[in-house]
């Protein structure tokens, strides 16, 4: 067989480490122990590496090393900025948010919203794009916050933030600006200041790094309120033992993923074509959910009535793994928040699929990835949803 | 040489990283990529993982699967559980603790008062060591929360946890007990249940864990806020995506830490004593802070006036890694709270140090240790405090 048995289409919920990344964390660990706020020299050949991968990660996203905030993930880097954005502009202080958004912004949002913050969520289009948010900001109240995706977890939308950000700066300076960029980062060319953003997240395992390495940047001269009390590590915003471990290998997969950002582009717009293709000329029948100009390794497909959690399962017993919705809601029926307010039908919602490349992806994975999606669908075929 | 050149006791700030935890690693991320939330055979996969870790941790603390919440380490389970507590008794509950708290459970219950919960700071005795808590449970007040940890990060001292545990349960069971057993899981035996506490907080970096690994346990039936918001893992206590990678080495760092319990201990007592003795034996005068009868693998010890910070850095020179104080406030030169609320004089707190054993400690290094220890003390003997 030239295609492996066990085929992984589903990088979004969580990608292949890199071998660069594990590499990473050996040599930090081979390094010895250390606690990298100790003052002896083991403490600070960790505290060398820890810094290394933050100046690493600042350059490839156009910040200051000052500016990352290591944390354990995108859910806790989310709750902090927005937690900390809230607090920061007060206890009423309103919220403006879409429902396109992840779980742990949306959550926070609700959270924030039943502690008295006035919140706004704004639909996007039904190509699942949110392209104005200002149209929410109220006139003459106090400032708040903003929060809007740069890419979207399920159809791969990209989001207008640059020119979000640019608006805001220019007309509501006093208001904070957070984007969740989990998707984006090692996907698409992400600088950080360009944006005009106060707050960026990102996860270290959607590109290749380990799950549990995650980061916030944040805006010189935006303190937050940290979400934990401790220590003084990373100037307080984060208390705990900062992991140099996890920081390397988040850093080098995430420069192994930049270099390669064009590349995979291509690669991955290729794999698009060739599964759309490859659909059409079997006639087997589909919908794309979202806009054809996202992140091109995000393929959100409805198969005309086919029950997603069937068509899941059925191609798991095939050894495919896609996923129905987003990881977290995915052992969930419930119809999915970003297709429902995208305004497409239940029955089209209830059957969409999502397909993610990542970057170990090759040509033989998904040609093998479609003879027994094409197998599965047609066995379901007409099935209709119950 | 027989001894390695540079030479590591600052095991209470981190441990060497076992073979054992980082095998569990490399094997986790063989496996290939999932989210432990998906629900297809790679997810499935990660998900066994993290579920056997769980296991284990459980059955070796003496807890039910289900009370083990994993989070990045000690102050996010430390905070977890103080945050929660205090909300659920309630906006004004009362709070009992004590100065020898490490800083992520002082600076919460700190935070907290400010908030509005009285607080009430209980002085160790001279030897560090909390007898009696119950002194300060005000009479007919709401129920409230109380917090003592296993063992001192400092001075070794073991509080009498499970004797406060018992007595809360029969006088005050509405009242909730938080323990902090970050220095004392993986050195003495630890069972979660028979201690009478509402949740226990540890860190996998203390006994050879990596650093990003911990966890709190959580009594059935005393459910906990959570810090963040978002997916539904770990029963919504604790959202964002698991790392079955840091699960599955902390556990198995666990196992073996317990197993080599009895052995660790006496080899630790071994090591102590012969510091004492070959320190005496060379006349070189000290005094030893806190309880002797504590954990023997931390030694705190004044050298007659020489300053801590001074004899750390000199010692650095010499390639042996010990500390001053806690590893969170060893930057600093603030007298350290815990030898402050112990009594001490303030010219033996400024020069406490502390010598803190691990796994992996031989007789070699602690023969090599004292011979640069008891040099580099004779060069700074007699320089009095500035």
Redesign the interface.
């Given at each position: 067989m030239k295609y492996p048995t066990?085929i992984?289409l589903?990088?979004a919920?969580?990608?292949?480490?890199r071998e660069s990344a594990?590499k990473a964390?050996?040599e930090a660990?081979q390094k010895?122990?250390?606690?990298p706020?100790?003052?002896?020299?083991?403490?600070r050949a960790?505290r060398r590496i820890l810094e290394d991968a933050r100046d690493k990660v600042a350059s490839l996203l156009g910040a200051f090393p000052d500016e990352v905030v290591f944390t354990?993930?995108?859910?806790?880097a989310?709750?902090l900025a927005l937690l900390g954005h809230a607090a920061a502009a007060g206890p009423n202080s309103p919220l403006i948010g879409s429902p396109v958004e992840?779980?742990?912004v949306l959550?926070?949002l609700?959270?924030l919203a039943k502690a008295g913050h006035p919140l706004t969520l704004v639909s996007p289009n039904p190509e699942g794009i949110v392209p104005d948010l200002t149209c929410a900001l109220p006139t003459g109240a106090n400032p708040g916050t903003v929060t809007l995706q740069l890419a979207n977890q399920e159809t791969g939308a990209l989001q207008p933030v640059g020119k979000l950000g640019k608006q805001l700066a220019s007309t509501h300076p006093a208001w904070r600006l957070h984007t969740d960029a989990t998707q984006a980062v090692g996907k698409i060319r992400v600088d950080f200041h360009s944006l005009f953003v106060h707050t960026l997240s990102l996860?270290g395992?959607k590109w290749g790094g380990?799950?549990?390495?995650g980061a916030l940047l944040v805006r010189r001269g935006w303190p937050l309120r940290a979400?934990?009390?401790?220590?003084?590590?990373q100037d307080g915003r984060r208390?705990?033992?900062?992991?140099?471990?996890?920081a390397a290998a988040l850093a080098v997969a995430l420069s192994e993923a930049v270099a390669d950002l064009d590349a995979f582009q291509t690669r991955a717009s290729a794999f698009r074509q060739t599964i759309l293709n490859t659909l059409k000329q079997n006639a087997v029948p589909y919908e794309i959910n979202g806009s054809p100009e996202g992140l091109p390794h995000i393929l959100n497909l409805s198969f005309g009535g086919i029950r997603a959690d069937l068509l899941?399962?059925a191609?798991?017993l095939e050894?495919?793994?896609?996923?129905a919705g987003s990881?977290?809601?995915?052992?969930s029926i419930l119809p999915s928040s970003v297709l429902t307010s995208m305004g497409l039908s239940k029955d089209r919602i209830l059957s969409s699929i999502r397909i993610s490349l990542?970057h170990d992806t090759t040509p033989e994975i998904v040609d093998e990835a479609l003879v027994r999606l094409i197998r599965v669908v047609r066995r379901l075929g007409g099935g209709g949803l119950s």
């Open positions: 066990a992984y589903d990088h919920a969580s990608s292949t480490l594990s964390m050996v660990w010895g122990p250390g606690n706020a100790s003052t002896h020299h083991a403490g960790q354990s993930g995108a859910t806790e989310n709750n992840h779980k742990s959550q926070v609700c959270e996860s395992h380990p799950i549990g390495a979400l934990c009390h401790g220590g003084e590590q208390p705990g033992t900062e992991s140099s471990m996890l899941v399962m191609l798991d050894q495919v793994a896609i996923s990881a977290c809601t995915s052992g990542g």
